[in-house]
């Protein structure tokens, strides 16, 4: 567990429960279990929320408790399956940081340390983590939109396959339009500051990473009417060539339903008929079939049906 308190720099220091200046801690969920018992200072559901538990759902939220403000906030990954966790406490001039995941935690907290001291406030410290999780946010958008641009490709050569991957953006966009409405409720409900920790010509930090969270579900929404866009032009390929291969077949039959007709004429057991018995019946047939051909063949010319 690391603590820094804002000065002219960053100074480690230890844990201080009534401070004046910022004070902004990195832990593990095991150094918060430590810290729980030696201070007393959380309640044991969120203690357990932050285990992972709890039987509450992955969603991104901000409960206020008497003293302090309890978070969660997702990494927004692709996959759900190992979806980096965040969570953070709020108490007056400290945040409290907590993850358990390494790489995660480290960034946040060079991400923080670059701050200037000088000037940062708690309110310009939770932004920075709130930007942390919207860039994971962006970065996910960002490859979305670029393996779009494959979709036109993948239309014109009517790859199959691309049906599967519609159902499968389409999955992913829901998941990052509800990812960042528990985002913007977050930042309303920071906003709201139930308890009072924030100085209000600060708020303003807050206003900025809730502008930001807008901008970027404008983004998802935008993709999302995209993806629909891509998918009609598909269908339209679909019914095209479904369209084109039924064409060929009714010409085909077209061409052939006469001499159907007239194999089935001549395919009669009558010894009355007169081509039975004739020389050249057979070579008649041949030539009056090859006539019919012809003469469809260039009726539908003429008309560009071919």
């Known amino acids: ?14 844990w201080q429960k009534d401070t004046t200046n910022l004070l902004v801690g990195f832990c593990k969920s095991e150094d918060l279990i430590h810290m729980q018992k030696q201070m007393h200072l959380f309640s044991k559901n969120t203690i357990k929320e932050v285990l992972g538990q709890s039987d509450d759902k992955k969603v991104n939220k901000v409960d206020t408790y008497y003293g302090y403000v309890f978070g969660i906030l997702y990494l927004f990954t692709k996959y759900k399956q190992d979806t980096p966790k965040i969570s953070f406490y709020i108490v007056l001039h400290t945040l409290l940081i907590v993850c358990d995941d390494e790489t995660c935690l480290q960034e946040l907290q060079k991400e923080i340390l670059q701050l200037d001291p000088g ?42 396959g691309i049906a599967t ?13 509800h990812f960042m409405e528990q985002i913007l409720d ?14 209000t010509e600060h708020l303003h930090q807050l206003k900025i990473a809730k502008d930001k969270a807008v901008r970027i579900e404008e983004r998802v929404r935008m993709m999302e009417e995209y993806i629909e866009q891509l998918k009609e032009e598909f269908q339209f390929q679909q019914d095209y060539k479904l369209n084109q291969t039924m ?16 194999v089935g004429w001549y395919g009669m057991n ?9 020389k050249y019946g057979y070579l008649f047939v041949i030539l009056l079939s090859v006539s019919v051909v012809g003469c469809l063949l260039l009726y539908l010319k003429r008309k560009k049906l071919l």
């Open 186 to 199: 977050v930042c309303e409900n920071l906003l709201e500051d139930e308890n009072t920790f924030f100085h």
């Open 247 to 262: 064409y060929v077949f009714t010409v085909v039959t077209v061409i052939f339903l006469p001499l159907t007709l007239i």
């Open 165 to 177: 991957e519609f159902r499968e953006y389409r999955r992913l966009m829901l998941r990052m339009s």
């Open 1 to 14: 567990m690391m603590f820094y308190t804002a000065k002219d720099t960053w100074m480690p220091c230890e």
């Open 119 to 160: 000037v940062c406030t708690l309110e310009k410290t939770l932004r920075a983590v709130l930007e942390y999780v919207l860039f994971h946010v962006e970065r996910q958008l960002d490859e979305v939109e670029n393996e779009m641009t494959a979709f036109d490709e993948k239309i014109s050569s009517f790859d199959r």
């Open 270 to 278: 009558f010894t009355s008929m007169p081509e039975v018995t004739w």
